[in-house]
């Protein structure tokens, strides 16, 4: 008499881990996708609160004071700082002439500094840099730009 070995056989098993690895991949997907609609509400485009996370942390409240030009020049080297106002001309290469109410000063900004961003004479803007301070000159170099509404 034969032996019925089909309850254990190696293509049993294989058959019900497949049917388990498809049944929890359509349980997972339809999850998905009910979390997804139930938060379509109305339409639109609609943002979810921020996740919290410790790798993305840092500091959120009150940063550097805005400057003047006038400050600026009497800084130290290497002193950060935020100064507002217009920038005016372009010199050449990667300096420009900046101006606020206080005065004028040069600008070194790399051309990856700018973002994508136009800016004209009569835009204000903020740049956050450091005052660089050599014999006879001072000027910022800027570590990035900001165009704002503000004067």
Known sequence: MKTNRTLFSRENLKTA????????????????????????????FTERAPQ?????????GPGLAVSTVAEAKTMR????????????????????????ST????????????????VTPEDVVEL???VDKDWNSVEIDVDRIVK???K
Request: include cysteine; glycine fraction near 16%; charge should be negative.
């Open 17 to 44: 881990l497949a049917t388990t690895l498809c049944v929890s991949g359509l349980t997972l997907g339809s999850a998905l996708l009910v979390d997804n609609m139930a938060s379509a509400g109305n339409g639109g």
């Open 52 to 60: 919290t996370s410790m790798q993305g942390g840092g500091f959120t």
């Open 77 to 100: 080297d290497d002193a950060k700082v935020v100064l507002r106002g217009q920038i005016k001309q372009h010199l050449g290469g990667d300096d420009y002439l900046f101006q606020d």
């Open 103 to 118: 005065g004028t000063i040069r600008a070194d900004i790399d051309d990856h500094k700018w973002r994508g961003q136009s």
């Open 128 to 130: 956050h840099g450091e």
């Open 148 to 150: 704002t509404t503000t």
